[in-house]
Structure formats: structure tokens, C-alpha cells
């Protein structure tokens, strides 16, 4: 006959549910900017970003901001999928895209910038692509 002087010992953990993070606003990029387009820059000016990350990510409270503080929102877009593009026409909002050369920041709801992007004199149609 063996004794152990080891005695099983059960636990239970009841740990609670855990809210996956939620997705990251920092994989959204601007990638082309139209400040010169053709007919009227107050309705065409143009700015396409790109969700870079692997979860959908809500625009609701994103603007895009130029040096003099003047925005344009990105509410209207919605919520952008991973991996998609979308575009927004500036439709008589304040901030312009200059077409002499201009500073563009994607600004988070909470005040973080995620990208600047500074651009030099462009012709009529011609896009605006940052580095990567």
C-alpha cells in the first residue's frame, strides 16, 4: 500500500467575458489626394483613404485638417471595410486643398494624427499619391 502525501487539489476559474479591442483607427491612410480638379474645387476637390487592417474601422469623428485649422468630416463615410477604399468629394466644406501645395492630416476622433501629408503645385486633374 503507497500513501502520497499529495492531495488533488480542483480549481475553478470563472473568468468573464472579454470585448475583443476594437479595431484600430491607425490603419487608415490617405492615399491620393485631387486638388485640382477639373470644374469646381469647392464640390470636386477630392481625398481617397484606404483601410489598411484586417478589421472594419468606423470614420464617425475622423476629419481631415489643413495648418489654418479649416476641416473637412468624415462621417459621411461610414464605416470602411478591411481592406477597401473610399473617396470623398470636399461638397462645400471649409478646408481646401490648395492647389499651390498644401499640408493634409488625418486626424482620429481623439485628437491623434495619423498621417500628414504635405503636397507641392499641381496641374488640373493631376492626383496626389504620399509615400507609404
Known amino acids: 500500500l503507497v500513501v502520497s502525501d499529495h492531495y488533488p487539489v480542483l480549481v475553478q476559474f470563472d473568468l468573464p467575458e472579454v470585448e475583443p479591442p476594437p479595431p484600430r483607427p491607425d490603419t487608415v ?36 485638417r489643413d495648418p489654418t485649422g479649416q476641416t473637412w468630416k468624415l462621417d459621411v463615410l461610414g464605416k470602411l471595410e478591411a481592406g477597401a477604399n473610399a473617396t470623398i468629394k470636399r461638397a462645400g ?30 496641374e488640373s486633374g493631376e492626383y496626389v499619391s504620399p509615400a507609404p
Not at 470636386?44 to 487592417?53: A, D, F, P, S
Not at 490648395?98 to 485628437?111: F, Y
Request: proline share 6%; no cysteine.
Open 29 to 64: 491612410r490617405i492615399t491620393r489626394l485631387l486638388p485640382n480638379p477639373p470644374g469646381d474645387d469647392t464640390d470636386n476637390e477630392e481625398v481617397t483613404l484606404k483601410n489598411t487592417g484586417g478589421e472594419t474601422v468606423d470614420l464617425a469623428g475622423f476629419i481631415l
Open 93 to 122: 466644406q471649409d478646408m481646401s486643398l490648395n492647389n499651390s501645395g498644401d499640408t493634409v492630416e488625418l486626424v482620429t476622433p481623439d485628437g491623434r494624427v495619423l498621417q500628414t501629408v504635405i503636397y507641392g503645385a499641381v
